[in-house]
């Protein structure tokens, strides 16, 4: 009689395979660092760069390789990395196409973050910075020089709102073959598509690169962290994922099943936030204690019409800035009297949130006086959260 092997060797060389032909409309979860090859011929013969087949967990499994495809898709692009937040994806861009000499231009009132990084780490390795008025194309026309490779777009301002003209500033950056990349968490590739931002006669007027941190719409729990980076061009694509592929960034599978899960339905909650926010948007406006409501679907917003050019639709954000008589101590005494709404970073999951913020370390010369406060707009009953608003706005003393 043969001898058997053991235990262990049989339940990990175990033969069963289950029969194909499975579909169902939830999401395989594949999770995996080893990929194993039939033989060495196949082993030799996988690429890393391309989806014809696996080579490592790392570069990408049946179900990375299904988001991507699906958020290239929710963006208009044609290709898509993963990383493992929306900070992580600004910094593949900046790692990618920036080297010792290189200049990158960020708006004034850019993601706080992505700023940092900038301002710190890009510096260190001697990539200078400066920041530009995103309401102007004209004066970053002026601000390019030889030494500038890449300019930022956000739409809008993540605390101010501002809406850029961003045809405008694309136009500004293509005609000195400058790349940009735009910041599109906001729109979440639902408001607007950012590779299409031209007239109808401009087809190809678009950002080079969409990124976003799919932490926010696309996943919709306040549960996930996650960033994508879109692009049209193969030849930029590579490069980027060249980069992607030496900082050894990867996401896991349940994160990425999370987010699959989700997408269906993001237009849907998009739309959603969108009613809301505008709701409530117009009911602050008509406070007495409130000097300005931030919302680019609001006449009298900073680039509203240049919002109303784009999209129809807006994320469930705005600010408020209140009337110069209340002093900061008062305005950080109504956010703590609010009740829906919890004080907490991010935006896009089903709880309301809010932020207050110094404009003073957001715009070298804000253009209001008076402090800011950023609401994110969830999923409660709209009647609910003006009711939570009103209690709080009337304990102001």
């Known amino acids: 009689m043969s001898k ?4 262990s060797t049989s339940l990990i060389h175990h033969p069963y395979q289950p029969p194909p032909g499975f579909e169902s409309p939830a999401v395989a979860i594949h999770k995996a660092s080893t990929v194993i090859f039939k033989d060495t011929a196949e082993q030799q013969a996988r690429d890393w760069k391309t989806k014809s087949g696996y080579t490592y967990g790392l570069h990408g499994t049946p179900t990375t390789f299904l988001l991507e495809e699906r958020v290239a898709t929710l963006e208009g692009g044609l290709q898509c990395l993963l990383v493992p937040s929306g900070l992580a994806a600004i910094s593949l861009v900046d790692m990618a196409l920036l080297k010792t000499g290189d200049e990158v231009l960020l708006p004034e009132n850019a ?3 992505g700023r940092e990084l900038a301002r710190q780490e890009l510096a260190g390795w001697g990539i200078a910075h400066r920041l530009y008025d995103p309401m102007d194309p004209q004066a970053l026309a002026q601000m390019m020089t030889p030494a500038t490779k890449l300019v930022w777009l956000e739409a809008p301002g993540s605390v101010t709102m501002e809406f850029p003209d961003l045809a405008g500033l694309v136009r500004a950056a293509r ?4 790349l940009t990349a735009l910041d599109n968490t906001w729109g979440a590739g639902v408001a607007f598509n950012g590779f299409d931002l031209g007239s109808p006669d401009e087809a190809t007027l678009g950002a080079d690169i969409v990124m976003q941190a799919l932490t926010k719409y696309p996943s919709g729990g306040s549960d996930v962290l996650m960033g994508s980076v879109t692009t049209r061009d193969e030849v930029l694509h590579l490069r980027l994922k060249a980069t992607h592929m030496r900082m050894g960034w990867g996401i896991g599978a349940n994160d990425a099943e999370l987010v699959l899960r989700s997408l269906p339905s993001v237009a849907l909650r998009y739309a959603a936030h969108d009613v809301a926010a505008r709701t409530l948007a117009h009911w602050c406006a008509g406070r007495a204690e409130i ?6 679907a609001l006449p009298g917003s900073p680039g509203h019409a240049h919002w109303q ?6 994320a469930g ?8 008589k209340y002093s900061r101590s008062q305005v950080h005494a109504f956010v703590d009297e609010l009740k829906l709404f919890k004080i907490g970073y991010s935006w896009a999951g089903s709880t309301s949130l809010v932020v207050p913020y110094d404009l003073s370390m957001i715009r070298a010369k804000p253009a209001w006086p008076g402090t800011l406060v950023r609401f994110s707009i969830g999923l409660e009953g709209v009647e609910d959260l003006q009711a939570d608003l009103a ?6 003393v």
Do not use: E, I, K, W
């Open 4 to 7: 058997r092997p053991s235990l």
């Open 175 to 178: 005609n000195q073959g400058v």
């Open 317 to 324: 954000l705005f600010s408020v800035v209140f009337d110069a």
């Open 309 to 314: 050019r784009l999209c129809t639709q807006a």
């Open 391 to 396: 209690q709080a706005l009337g304990a102001m």
């Open 111 to 113: 993601y706080g973050p």
């Open 291 to 296: 000097a300005q409501v931030l919302h680019p």
